[in-house]
């Protein structure tokens, strides 16, 4: 076995006044302290998560009580961008169910842009960054109407803010729901904390079983195709179809997660996270 042997010269050693050391974990705790507080700024509350999931009429209000019916909006092929929201654009994309299968059942994408501050044709455009907010099943687009404006601000006027529902989730189809009324969804309670000590950890398995039974019951063939390598590539198509060669993206929580998947399941040339 070969080892491998390192040596340090005194003259390559960097001394350090005592401030100069101290001013080290200093800066570090600035720094996370500032990631803290920017993941607390862009936290989505459940009042903007409700608000914008719409669950049986289709209908939908941001905070300026400004309504669109995405019902109304029919699912393409291309990207057919509406006026929405007062100042954002929406769409829905036709994306196959099966990947494997394109000729298939499909699934609808259900899209939200903060347009860029300057032309597309501008020489300054740099063209969509997509928004993951996490969990997995956040809205990305309950995440750019009610944030899209400070993402914007950061990322700079020549970009595209692009949210969008994952698969199953929100306003894309196809949904996933186990409870046929927001009535059901309203009975079905878990325990809010779980400790072994109360005994509220039984409680929560018979909630999930349950959970599980209504779901096998209620599948109609999609649930197998709701997860991260779908998602990703529903990314990928959402980016060739917007006429870009590269995925530009940025994921919070989980979609740290959908982003590094993204990476993994794509050439290098097709990500920039």
Known sequence: MTRMAFSFSPKNVIHMSPRAVWSIPVACCLIFGSLITLSHFFRISNSDALLFEGRITGSLSDAHGASFEWSKLPPRKDLQWVGCHL??????????????????RESTIALIRKPAAVPRDSTEYRGPVLINPGG?????????????????????????????DPRGTGQSTPKISFFETDVERE?????????????????????KRLLNMLAAELDDGYLGHMNTDCTARDMLRIVE?????????????????????????FPVTKALL
Request: hydrophobic share 40%; charged share 15%; proline share 6%.
């Open 136 to 164: 997995p099943g956040g809205s990305g687009m309950a995440m750019v109407l009610s944030r899209g404006h400070l993402l914007g601000s950061i990322l700079g006027p020549q970009f595209d803010v692009i949210g969008f």
């Open 87 to 104: 100042s954002f654009q929406c769409a829905r994309l036709i994306v196959p169910l099966d990947y494997t299968d394109p000729e298939g």
């Open 187 to 207: 009975l079905y309670e878990e325990p809010k904390s779980v400790d072994i000590a109360d005994g509220t950890v039984s409680p929560l398995l018979s909630s």
């Open 241 to 265: 179809t917007y006429g870009w060669n590269k995925l530009m993206y940025w994921g919070f929580s989980y979609g740290s997660v959908l982003g590094g998947s993204f990476a993994a399941m």
